[in-house]
């Protein structure tokens, strides 16, 4: 079993920054892919950005230029720094791990954007 710990999230005036983090249990990134997902509500959630164990990333089209995902292994933790923040990036951002034990969550971490 592997836990996800986010951390990072808060209030923020639009054109603002945030970092967010996810800590791993364990070390588990060698052979995973990670990433990020939110959910606003009454939405579905959506990709944000992933990164793969050999350091490939992608990112959603509405966050392209702004975001960056990045990972520490020896630190088991993975981030992402968020930058130009708008209203529209209002949501609960979750992070999450495919690998092959299964894929995990963590319990979220809340972004506000204020206009």
């Known amino acids: 079993q592997v836990q996800l710990v986010e951390s990072g999230g808060g209030l923020v005036q639009a054109g603002g920054s945030l970092r967010l983090s996810c800590a791993a249990s364990?070390?588990?990134?060698?052979?995973?892919?990670v990433g990020w997902y939110r959910q606003a509500p009454g939405r579905q959630r959506s990709l944000v950005a992933l990164v793969t164990s050999g350091g490939l990333v992608n990112y959603a089209t509405s966050v392209k230029g702004r975001f960056t995902i990045s990972r520490d292994n020896a630190k088991n933790t993975v981030y992402l720094q968020m930058n130009s923040l708008k209203p529209e990036d209002t949501a609960v951002y979750y992070c999450n791990l495919v690998g092959g034990s299964g894929t995990y969550w963590g319990q979220g971490t809340q972004v506000t954007v204020s206009s």
């Open positions: 364990r070390s588990i990134f060698s052979g995973n892919v």
